[in-house]
């Protein structure tokens, strides 16, 4: 099995830091260390805790609390709610549902992040009914 952790910077409505970042395809959502998020981003309540079974099958993790996170890939910017967490390996896990929300691709043989560009760019679309 292929890791692929980068250093990258992550912003938050309280500040930014460089932040350990593991990306998971194997983990459903994203997650963030409570104690980087607490200096990044306002932490939420979430509306209710979600129990996440660990990859080992049987361990399980609670969140309770979101932040909404901005992590800087390649040059491109991307957000998403972040679920809060006491406790992980990594400062930041990006999961299944940011990868491909965003479209991100990862080339584990080479250990690349691949994004393309276009999919950063925020576009409203505005339809008239006539």
């Known amino acids: 099995m292929g890791l692929i952790i980068k250093e990258l910077p992550i ?3 309280v500040g930014s830091a460089q932040a350990q970042v593991l990306f998971d ?6 997650f963030v260390r409570k104690a980087l998020a607490s200096k990044v981003a306002t932490i939420l309540k979430a509306p209710e805790s979600t129990v996440f079974r ?3 099958g049987q361990g399980t993790l609670e969140a309770r609390e979101e932040a909404i996170l901005r992590v800087t890939i390649n040059g491109c910017e ?3 709610n972040f679920m809060v967490v006491d406790h992980l390996a990594d400062d930041v896990i990006i999961g299944a549902k940011t990868l491909q929300g965003w479209r991100i691709k990862l080339d584990m043989e080479h250990e ?5 560009p276009k999919v950063s760019q925020m576009r409203l679309v505005y339809l ?3």
């Open 25 to 30: 395809t194997g983990a459903s959502m994203s």
């Open 78 to 80: 991307i957000s998403d």
């Open 112 to 116: 690349e992040v691949i994004i393309d």
């Open 54 to 56: 660990l990859g080992d």
């Open 11 to 13: 912003r938050g409505d």
């Open 128 to 130: 008239s009914v006539l």
